[in-house]
Every structure is written in structure tokens, then in C-alpha cells.
């Protein structure tokens, strides 16, 4: 089945600890990005990337780092994590980044830092 | 700066029709989606407006005003299942979306 994937679904981390979170999608689309979702408030964009090769800083970018090696990863890394990295991330991607482009999003990664 | 405003939550009846309203003040525009996301699980596109006026999906219609900086979500025929948050973004001049909080409808039968 077509579409994005992320793993893991959930994670309780240790303070300091480094951790990835993997993005994964299979349509050939050219941009991609991470957002953390938090109660009250609204998506925030991490980072993004519009095409392979190339990535961005969004709103909150702090604290994390991506790559984009090739056009269907784009993992996203803690280097030490903190407890308020304690979020939902979610990794979506669309056709290009632009106007009129619906965002696909994956089911989402609920990291809990303690 | 950048800011969407949408109410926080909102309750209707099984059958009726709600209005979720929106306003949005961005640096540039490049269109208003909307999104539903139900609980635990992914957002997902339901709409996507650049001109002003009403784009109608099925039970689901959104409107725009530019000048205003305002768009609504407008759900007919409500069902149960339509019991979710409905997340407004505005694109902005570097096709980046801001996202609102979203609205949280509860659909009572």
C-alpha cells in the first residue's frame, strides 16, 4: 500500500539519550517534512525538504537535525534528547513543495522524554 | 507575525450543520486548507481554497475571503464519524503551512 510510514509508534526515552525517528514514503514525492504536534497548540514545522538533497529549517528547529539522503527517507535526530522534546512527530510529504499540494502524513511517532 | 485563530471546540447535533470559522494573518499567501484529524490518528486534506468563495465536496464545503483573512469549514448531514478536530493551515509565502490549534467537534446524537 502506498503512502508514508514512520517508526516507531512510541518511545519512552531517558533524558540525554540520542534518537531517530524514521520517515519512510513510497510515492516519489519531492518534499517532505517533520512536525511536532503538541496539546493546544498547532503543527509546528522542524524541518523540511524540498527536494532530495536539500533540507530546511522550519519553526522550531532546535534540538534536532535531519538528512535527506535519497527521495523516500527523511529521518529526524534527537542528539540529546530533553524533556520537552515530549511531543507527537509526525512526517509528511508531498508531490512538491508549492501551492495546491495536499500533504500526506504518517501515523505518527509519540515520544515521551523522561 | 504569523497567526491562525480557530475556536477550540465545538458540539453539534448527529444530522445537523456546524460552521468552523478561521481567520488567518500570514507574511504572503498561498492558499487555506483544512484538515481532519480524529483522535490518535493522522491529519488528513479535506479542502483547499486560493480564490474567494465556496468550494463545495460532498457534505463538506469551505469558504474564503482574502480581504478578510477568514475562511470557514462547513459540515452538512453531520454523522458521527465526523467527530474529529478540524485543523485550518494558511500557506505562506515560502509554501509553508500555519497551522491553527484546530477545533475539536464533538457530535452528539
Known amino acids: 500500500i502506498a503512502g508514508i510510514t514512520q517508526a516507531p509508534t512510541s518511545q519512552i526515552l531517558a533524558a540525554g539519550r540520542r534518537m531517530t525517528l524514521r520517515c519512510t514514503q513510497d510515492?516519489?514525492?519531492?518534499?517532505m517534512y517533520w512536525y511536532r504536534q503538541d496539546l493546544g497548540l498547532g503543527l509546528r514545522l522542524i524541518h523540511y525538504?524540498?527536494?532530495?538533497?536539500?533540507?530546511g529549517k522550519g519553526e522550531v528547529p532546535d534540538g534536532y537535525s535531519v538528512s535527506r539522503a535519497n527521495t523516500d527517507d527523511f529521518p529526524l535526530t534527537l542528539a540529546s534528547a530533553v524533556p520537552s522534546q515530549t511531543s507527537v512527530y509526525f512526517c509528511?510529504?508531498?508531490?512538491?513543495?508549492?501551492?495546491?499540494?495536499?500533504?500526506?502524513f504518517g501515523q505518527g511517532t509519540r515520544l515521551t522524554v523522561v | 507575525g504569523q497567526n491562525i485563530d480557530q475556536p477550540t471546540e465545538m458540539t453539534a447535533t448527529e444530522g445537523a450543520i456546524v460552521q468552523i470559522n478561521c481567520t488567518y494573518q500570514?507574511?504572503?499567501?498561498?492558499?487555506l486548507f483544512w484538515y481532519q484529524q480524529h483522535a490518535g490518528e493522522a491529519p488528513t486534506f479535506l479542502s483547499y481554497?486560493?480564490l474567494d468563495g465556496l468550494e463545495e465536496k460532498g457534505r463538506f464545503s469551505s469558504f474564503l475571503s482574502r480581504s478578510k483573512g477568514y475562511s470557514y469549514l462547513l459540515l452538512k448531514e453531520l454523522q458521527m464519524k465526523d467527530s474529529a478536530s478540524y485543523l485550518c493551515?494558511?500557506?505562506?509565502?515560502?509554501?509553508?503551512?500555519?497551522w491553527g490549534a484546530g477545533t475539536k467537534l464533538i457530535i452528539k446524537p
Open positions: 509528511a510529504s508531498s508531490e512538491y513543495a508549492g501551492s495546491n499540494t495536499e500533504a500526506f
Open positions: 510515492m516519489r514525492h519531492n518534499a
Open positions: 525538504s524540498n527536494t532530495a538533497g536539500t533540507t
Open positions: 500570514t507574511s504572503g499567501f498561498n492558499g
Open positions: 481554497n486560493v
Open positions: 493551515a494558511s500557506m505562506d509565502s515560502n509554501y509553508q503551512l500555519i
